[in-house]
Each structure stands twice: as C-alpha cells, then as structure tokens.
C-alpha cells in the first residue's frame, strides 16, 4: 500500500479482518449479519439501489467458511477464493520488509537474501500460532497490493501445488491465465470493499481454479473478465468475515501551562485522540503531554490548540503507527435486545461508520444517510402590526 510517488496522498485508513471476537458484543457471529453484510456490499457497488440479494448461478457463498465460487461471465472459468485474517505480527513484518519484497519481484535479491526473507516469515508465522507456518509461506504466490503489500493469495488448488511459488528462482504459469488472475488479487487488494482503500493483513485461499475450454473458448476474453472475477470473489470473501478499519495514528507532543490544560484535553478529546504520557516539567508549571490522535482527525488539529490556548500551546505531530477501529463499520442491529438498545435502523453513528462514511464521500462513493423526501417548506407568519 506504500506509494513510490511521493506527491501522491497515502492512505489514512486501511480495510482489514480480525479473527471471530470471543465476546460476541455486537452479535457479529449470527449468520443474519453475514446476509446483512452481502447486501450492504450489493448496495455500495449499485450506488445505493435496494437489490435482493440474489444472485443468479454465477455464484455460490459458502457463510460459515467465507468462501466464495465465482465464474466468469462468459462461465468458461470458475474460481474459488476464501479470504482470512493474517496474525497483526505477520502484517507488521510485511509492512517492514515491504522493500525487500520488492527487491525480490525486480530480481534484484540474492537466493540467500531470498531465502533469508522466506525463513523470517515462517518464524513470524509460527510464533503467531499459525497452523502449518512452512506450508503456508511456500504456497504464497503472490503479495499485494503493487506485489510486496501486507496482503498474501496462497495457492491451494488441488493438483497444482507442484507449482514454483514466489521464493522460486523460475516463475511458471500453472495456466496462461495465471497473470490474469494474480493481477485480479493486485486489485482487490488495492481497493477494498469498506472504502476503496487498501486493504492490510488479509491473506485469500486459491481453493480451485477450473478453466473449461469449449468449443468457443475466447482466450481473450476470457482473460479480461478472469481479472475482474477474481477481484469480485476476493471483495465478496471479504466482506462476510469480520472487518475493521485501520486508522493513522500521529504521536502528539504538546507541552502547556496548567492553565490551558483542560482546554488541551477537550481539544484532544473532541477528535477522538487518547492522552497516553502526562509529566510535569520541574521547577515549572508546564506539563509535557503524549498523545495519540488519528490523521483524519488532525486537519486544523494544531489552529484549534493555539486558538483555545491564546497560543500559549503548539503541537507536534509526527506518524506513529496503525491502530484497529473499534466496531464493524457495516453493522446493523439484528436481536430484539439490539433493536431496543440501539433502534430499528441503529440511528447512532459509530466511529468506525464515520470514518468510513468521510471517506466515501470525499471519493464520491454512494453512502447510506438519511434524505428528506416530500419536505413540506415552513415557515413563521407574522402578524401585521
């Protein structure tokens, strides 16, 4: 997800999945929010337009597993992706070697340097309690997004696991779509389904892969809508797991007279900033703050200090890390006791859903928001005095 162009804006938040929560609060676990889910995703990508969820036989969802089967258009090809969450220390390893993965696909690695990288993950993958740590790092085919993201698609198709994978020094196509297809996860992994952001610490299973070659086989043709299947099926596995969004997090260091500290805190408060350090600076009354705060909250963040404060307080920001957002952005409430806690339609907005929402609408995304139709004008007559 790093950008080479250094003109081009990074993204402030990132799409990614988290394993079934074991304290199911908001009911995340009930097969009715995995329909829900389906239906939001057919809403975003139809602009709003209130379809039913059924699709024709060009597919099939399998809820418990998050599996999906997918043909091409054309239905000369057909394609299974399950998608997973990959453990936080495997995306943050991903993320810190991301160059060197690129040194890998240009060619520009060693086969020591190769394997030294490959023995790495595993060891990550294993101390994660992954299943299989050495089996999984071999069957990686590809990383995404731009080829050395923290996103992986594992190669599981039964048959085809004597292919060379991406740690081999001969790249061998199992099909002479396999480009197609991995270009296919590239975009996926580009643009996720929550906000068309990146997405971060997903891995997709390649479970089957089937080519079926008619008569009027259209090799061409084929190829182009492959790439646009995958990208539906990895989108589609994705959104019926349990998603989260990874914001932004700058390190805020504000130094303040105890005069101005409350001003500060309601400040840092209001943008949903958290104070993590607080100490007092001797033989003074200065109090030097730590703080973290997202980067979507931080636009005239440092104006507003210096103007509740009359100046007398001026932050410092700089990037620190990536922290998960509480809450499914796409959640709705399902139970009885859900509905009477929060509404019908769960009329507050969560923090999640807000980041979410900002986003859309800056890219000219369709978002869910309340409309007023048939307004009557109103308005106050006076009496004529």
């Not at 003109?7 to 929560?21: C, D, F, G, V």
């Not at 069957?139 to 594992?154: M, T, V, W, Y």
């Not at 800056?362 to 307004?375: D, F, N, P, S």
Request: proline share 3%; charged share 30%.
């Amino acid at each position: 997800y790093k950008k080479t162009d250094k003109n081009l804006q990074k993204p402030t938040k990132l799409e990614t999945l988290i394993e079934a929560p074991k304290v199911d609060e908001l009911g995340e676990s009930f097969g009715q929010q995995q329909k829900i889910f389906m239906r939001k995703f057919v809403e975003m990508e139809n602009r709003g337009q209130i379809l039913e969820y059924d699709e024709n036989d060009r597919e099939e969802i399998d809820q418990a597993s998050g599996s999906v089967t997918l043909y091409t258009i054309n239905r000369q090809a057909r394609i299974k992706v399950q998608a997973f969450p990959l453990p936080s220390s495997v995306r943050l390893f991903l993320e810190t070697r991301s160059e060197d993965l690129r040194s890998i696909i240009l060619g520009k690695a060693s086969l020591e340097f190769n394997d030294e990288i490959r023995s790495s993950l595993m060891d990550v993958f294993h101390k994660a309690g992954f299943a299989k740590s050495s089996a999984t790092v071999d069957q990686i085919i590809a990383f995404g997004p731009e080829g050395f993201g923290p996103n992986i698609l594992l190669n599981m198709v039964e048959g085809y696991q004597d292919r060379s994978n991406f740690w081999s020094e001969k790249q061998i196509n199992i099909k002479s779509l396999d480009q197609q297809l991995i270009s296919g996860f590239q975009v996926a992994a580009n643009s996720g389904p929550m906000m068309e952001e990146p997405m971060a610490g997903v891995g997709f299973r390649l479970l089957e892969w089937e080519i079926i070659q008619e008569d009027n086989f259209d090799i061409t043709l084929t190829s182009g809508q492959l790439m646009s299947t995958v990208k539906e099926a990895c989108r589609k596995s994705f959104s019926i797991l349990h998603k989260r969004l990874l914001a932004a997090m700058y390190t805020c260091e504000i130094q303040a007279s105890c005069e101005v500290l409350g001003k500060v805190y309601g400040v840092i408060g209001k943008r949903d900033g958290k104070i993590l350090e607080e100490d007092m600076v001797e033989g003074t009354d200065l109090f030097n703050i730590k703080a973290a705060l997202p980067v979507i909250e931080s636009f005239g963040f440092a104006d507003e200090i210096r103007k509740k404060t009359s100046g007398l307080a001026s932050p410092q920001l700089r990037f620190s890390h990536w922290s998960e957002v509480e809450g499914d952005p796409w959640w709705v409430p399902t139970t009885e006791e859900e509905i009477q806690h929060y509404g019908e339609k769960a009329d507050y907005e969560s923090t999640a859903k807000k980041y979410m929402n900002l986003i859309r609408k800056r890219k000219g995304l369709w978002i869910e928001q309340k409309t007023v139709e048939h307004a009557e004008k109103q308005r106050t007559i006076t009496k004529n005095k």
